[in-house]
């Protein structure tokens, strides 16, 4: 069976954007491939070296909300970069085999640079993030990699440096991985932003009671609906975004038939999402709760998932190790 790999920064809670955009699909992936998902904080270190306190707490919260909406740890190797040593260790070895024109040529690092200006991220670190990231692709022989397309010039890297080590030492060590891109949902945040956690706009995972209900209920609607007698146009609702991922077709068709004509009012139009919403959310909340307040259990998983890990790991270091002649 082929294995997949892919990660995130640990950033804390997860938002809706992350549920529909890429867990869904990551859950899916679990079912037909042989899955490695990893909490990334060495990359984490790369914008946020300077506060590092809430880095622990972001991987707990993050894997907690992996698990309750269904990444299966018994299928799936759910386990932390920083605990895996041989992602150091490769990282240092395929340091010396990229060309620094590569690095600095990638457009994702011009453009965070300049986006995160207010930091200071001209660190060694953060123009090596994409050589460490193809260190943690390589190193489980991942054929596929579930990723954004924002994503791709990452991975096009790490397809070259793949093939550059595999030439260098002339034998076929490494896979170069293909992008599996995650299907788009367009979801708006409550400002009508993309939702991102930067922007402070996310419905969380985690939200419920009045944070939730305060959050859906106010989406934003079309604004051309003023008053309720006002007709709408459901292409134009930034909240039936919402409603095509939550709602049953009979009760999506009914809307399309009753906002043009006025039919329904947007706070009953947005009371039927919240419902639905929760009934979504509950199982999940649930879950993490007993996730949450178990850390034993939580503390096993990711022993388990450290172990599948670092075997495999292992393994592909030795490989490296042999074929440049450095196994003494
Ligand atoms: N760069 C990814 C992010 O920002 C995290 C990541 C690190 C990753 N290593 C990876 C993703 C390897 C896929 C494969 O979320
Ligand atoms: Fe949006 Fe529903 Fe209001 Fe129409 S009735 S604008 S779909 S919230």
Redesign the pocket.
């Known amino acids: 069976m082929n294995n997949v790999l892919s990660g995130m920064r640990p950033t804390g809670k997860l938002h809706l954007g992350h549920l529909h955009g890429v867990l869904e699909n990551w859950i899916e992936l679990q079912h037909k491939y042989n899955c490695y998902y990893f909490a990334a904080d060495w990359h984490a270190l790369t914008s946020d070296y300077k506060d590092t306190s809430n880095i622990k707490n972001n991987i707990y919260d993050m894997i907690a909300d992996w698990i309750s909406v269904g990444i299966d740890p018994e299928k799936v190797a759910i386990f932390i970069q920083s605990h895996i040593k041989e992602h150091a260790e490769l990282h240092l070895l395929i340091s010396m085999i990229t060309p620094l024109g590569w690095l600095e040529r990638n457009p994702t690092y011009k453009e965070v640079k300049e986006e995160l200006s207010e930091k200071d991220i001209n660190s060694y670190g953060f123009l090596g993030y994409p050589v460490l990231q193809t260190v943690d692709i390589i190193l489980y022989k991942a054929k596929y990699v579930p990723i954004g397309i924002d994503q791709l010039p990452h991975l096009e890297l790490s397809r070259e440096i793949a093939r550059r080590f595999n030439f260098l030492y002339n034998r076929e060590v490494f896979i170069e991985p293909q992008p599996l891109f995650t299907k788009v949902t367009k979801l708006s945040g409550i400002d009508g932003r993309k939702m991102s956690k930067s922007y402070g706009n996310s419905i969380y995972i985690s939200d419920y009671g009045k944070t939730l209900s305060d959050k859906v209920l106010n989406l934003i ?2 604004t051309n ?1 003023v008053r309720r007698k006002d007709p ?1 146009d ?1 292409d134009k ?1 930034m ?2 975004e919402f ?1 095509k991922l939550y709602l049953s077709e009979e009760e999506i068709l009914m ?1 399309k038939r009753e ?1 043009p004509t006025a039919g ?3 706070f009953d ?2 009371k039927i999402l919240l419902n639905r919403i929760v009934e979504k959310l509950s199982p999940i909340h649930h879950k993490r709760e007993e996730l949450l307040s178990k850390k034993d259990y939580l503390n096993d998983i990711i022993a388990d998932g450290d172990k599948r890990a670092k075997a495999k790991a292992s393994e592909t270091l030795k490989e490296c190790l042999e074929v440049m002649n450095l196994n003494y």
Do not use: N, W
Request: hydrophobic residues 25%; aromatic residues 6%; contains cysteine.
């Open positions: 609607t079309d609906r709408g459901p609702c909240a039936f409603h809307i906002c329904i009012g947007c139009c947005k």
